[in-house]
């Protein structure tokens, strides 16, 4: 029995180190756009937006509700900034190009409005973060776009 205690201990370390590099293959489909926004907020500040709903989803980027599992929207508290952080887990990869293209107009709007009207705002728009992963999209507008989109993709790894 004491020349077997190794080799199981062995064999077990050995499966569990198998077990933990395999087990995340299809986490990130379990994951909500709502968890990957919470990492984000923890590793970006957001405290000069305030959280959005549906209807200011709709309103800023023309989607349908019925092409959106989960979400997560934040903008800037005021109109003459143009900070934005949104996350969208598509209900299907099939809508994923349509939702990037809602977006692109959202984009596309913001930097003719601050173009000429705030020209520090209009460099964080051409700095934009818009990508996809999966059925997950980001969009965001920050001087931490960057750090934003580490996250993201730390995220759903």
Known sequence: MKRFLPIMLAVSVVAQMLLGCSGNSGASEELTAVEVGRYIQQAASLDDMKQGDWEKLQKLFHIEAEKVEDFVLYTA?????????????????NEVDTLIENIQ???????????????????????????????????AVSEEADRMEEVFDEALK
């Not at 508290?77 to 990869?93: G, R």
């Open 77 to 93: 508290s005021s109109n003459v900034k143009a900070d934005e952080l949104a996350v969208i887990k598509a209900k299907d990869a």
């Open 105 to 139: 107009k959202r984009i596309d709007a913001q930097s003719v409005k601050f173009q000429g009207y705030r020209p520090e705002e209009y460099y964080l728009i051409e700095r934009h973060v818009l990508k996809t992963k999966g059925r997950f999209i980001l969009f």
